[in-house]
DNA sequence: ACAATATATAAGTATTTTCTTATACGTTAA
DNA sequence: TTAACGTATAAGAAAATACTTATATATTGT
């Protein structure tokens, strides 16, 4: 469900933290440096961005390193597109592309 | 911002009030047949979804027909465009069609 | 082994959001 | 003109969310 995607980034603080980890890979005392909440809500954030596969967590021994899956996007993409009837000719090879986008994971 | 579009289309009843809206025009009578909720609580959803340009108010006397307005969704397609490098090639052209996309009204 | 470090979880509080009922306002029909 | 209808707003209750501090758990360096 997309709506799940959409509460996890209508979020200020959260969408922040996606953003920041799609550019580089960061761990949590990094990404609570960055940010002006405790490090307890950058982990609550962070397992929410989890839990709709935003994020992945690569562990190594105590740090864990959280990068951003944009391709957990996809639901969100695929959703719009059902909308882009409405929009203008221009865009309709768009569901076309969306449909042969693979599933799996994705090179960065 | 996308993040007050994220937020507004990130409640089950409004997104789906949305999405009602986007296929057909309906009053808030109607509406309020349609969800298990209040009329005022409808308003209120109405309010927010036009406050960020997703429906359309159409009055007509003592009715207001509302409809959907996809158009609204833009901002969020743009953001999402900005992650299109992490996909696969294919979707490189995603982008260039979307600077493209007229800003005003569309054909519905 | 022990202290320091990195992160997660628990529990509670504060804030925000969504709902309700009551009511106000404008429009139409009788 | 007045009663009924359609919608919006106000006010407050209920529910959900985001934060805090305290603490638990695991890992590393000394």
New binding site residues.
């Given amino acids: 469900m997309q709506v799940i995607l959409m509460?996890a980034l209508?979020?200020d603080?959260?969408l922040a933290i996606f953003e920041q980890l799609c550019k580089r890979e960061l761990?949590?005392?990094q990404l609570t440096e960055r940010f002006d909440?405790?490090?307890?809500?950058i982990?609550?954030?962070?397992?929410?961005l989890k839990r709709c596969r935003l994020v992945h967590?690569r562990r190594e021994?105590?740090?864990?390193h959280y990068r951003g899956r944009p391709e957990g996007l996809r639901p969100l993409i695929n959703w719009l597109a059902h909308y882009q009837k409405f929009w203008p000719e221009r865009l309709d090879t768009l569901s076309a592309l969306l449909k042969t986008m693979p599933e799996g994971e994705k090179k960065r």
């Fill in positions: 509460k209508g979020d603080t959260r761990t949590v005392t909440v405790s490090q307890p809500a982990s609550q954030h962070l397992r929410v967590e021994g105590r740090f864990a």
